[in-house]
């Protein structure tokens, strides 16, 4: 592939497939699978993430908000696209869109039924969320009774699933509160198909919890990180690619005597000859400051040029003084090697972090 002449994210649909069909393999023939492509895929791009995974078979999505599912119909996506965490004053545009809400507390589900009457809707598929350990959102197993009251004579809605997400799927020293996480989720599917004479669909596992849960697999599981080509641990990390890569350029090259000092707040004062490169990526891209003096670094000609002085809004400076190279040369921050976990790990946060923030002014390139 050509060099990269600005900043751009590289995206490899091909590593996507290989992502995709690496988790499926792990499911039983009848296990539904859930593209989650919230936060733009990730960092990445949802639409055309989740353009190509329509056409690799999946069989549903989820985002977080309902603009996020917008998007995704705008760009043509007509699979079903759950909203994990709507509000109800979008309510309406999710109908209007064909949305699917997932209702978390009394006051959602009563703003639904409302909603789903003014719009004249029969059978609107809902999906009702369970907390069974996370205390994000959720409703509690002892909120089953109030449910089906607000339900039982509703025409407008129908539960089209049920489910709950896990607080440490990814942690095997947390084996035991995971298995009582998926024991409590149980107890409430077998509560709510009693009441109301169905069992809608059930699902509970993210990307660590396909791989690590498989008794936990119900009709369907949801995967984020691992399509993107992460897993929560070397182990799991080892079969998925990371579609990504952050490439840029070297601007500007300088030369820093002695005693000189580089960037805001002159942060960084040289006490020997140094020489550095001027990239065009800063915090305003993603690159938070926590990555600068010394913490993060980029690779260029194979090398490792850390961070110098503080990240700027636009710009870092890196260390190029031991390294062979020319104002244009390509400059890696993460993709295939280093990964972003890696990256990432330099500044003491996680893969799913630094691939979120890369912000919609990087150009998205499409391989
Ligand atoms: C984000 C999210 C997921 C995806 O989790 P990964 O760890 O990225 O696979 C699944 N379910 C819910 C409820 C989420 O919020």
Do not use: W
Request: aromatic share 8%; hydrophobic share 40%.
């Amino acid at each position: 592939m050509p060099k990269a002449q600005e900043t751009i994210l590289e995206i490899d649909l091909k590593a996507l497939s290989h992502n995709f069909n690496h988790l499926k393999s792990k499911l039983n023939a009848n296990t539904k699978f859930l593209a989650v492509v919230k936060a733009y895929g990730y960092g990445s791009d949802a639409c055309e993430i989740a353009l190509h995974l329509q056409e690799l078979g999946v069989d549903y999505f989820a985002v977080a908000y309902v603009k996020e599912g917008v998007a995704l119909r705008d760009a043509g996506i007509t699979l079903p696209i759950l909203v994990l965490h709507p509000q109800p004053v979008n309510f309406k545009t999710l109908i209007e869109r064909c949305l699917e809400p997932s209702l978390y507390n009394a006051k959602v589900l009563r703003a639904f039924i409302d909603a789903a009457k003014d719009e004249k809707q029969k059978d609107y598929p809902v999906h009702i969320k369970f907390n069974t350990g996370l205390n994000r959102i959720g409703f509690g197993e002892n909120d089953i009774d109030n449910i089906h009251t607000s339900l039982i004579n509703v025409k407008s809605v129908r539960i089209k699933s049920i489910f709950s997400h896990m607080a440490a799927s990814e942690d095997l020293n947390e084996k035991d509160f995971t298995l009582s996480q998926i024991a409590s989720f149980k107890t409430i599917c077998d509560k709510i198909s009693k009441l109301f004479g169905y069992l809608p669909m059930q699902h509970m596992c993210n990307t660590s919890g396909i791989l690590n849960y498989p008794e936990a697999h119900f009709d369907m599981v949801r995967s984020g990180i691992g399509l993107y080509g992460f897993g929560n641990s070397e182990k799991e990390s080892q079969d998925l690619k990371p579609i990504a890569t952050l490439k840029s350029v070297i601007s500007q090259i300088h030369l820093i005597k002695k005693g000189e000092t580089v960037g805001y707040n002159r942060a960084y004062k040289s006490d020997t000859f140094q020489k550095t490169a001027t990239i065009p990526i800063g915090h305003a891209d993603g690159i938070g400051r926590q990555y600068g003096n010394g913490k993060g670094f980029v690779t260029i000609n194979g090398k490792r040029a850390p961070i110098v002085g503080n990240v700027c809004m636009d710009m870092i400076m890196v260390n190029i003084t031991d390294i062979e190279c020319q104002e244009g040369d390509e400059v890696i921050i993460f993709g295939q090697h280093p990964t972003a976990e890696v990256f990432s790990k330099s500044a003491n946060t996680i893969s799913y972090e630094i691939i979120t923030a890369m912000s919609q002014r990087i150009k998205r390139v499409i391989l």
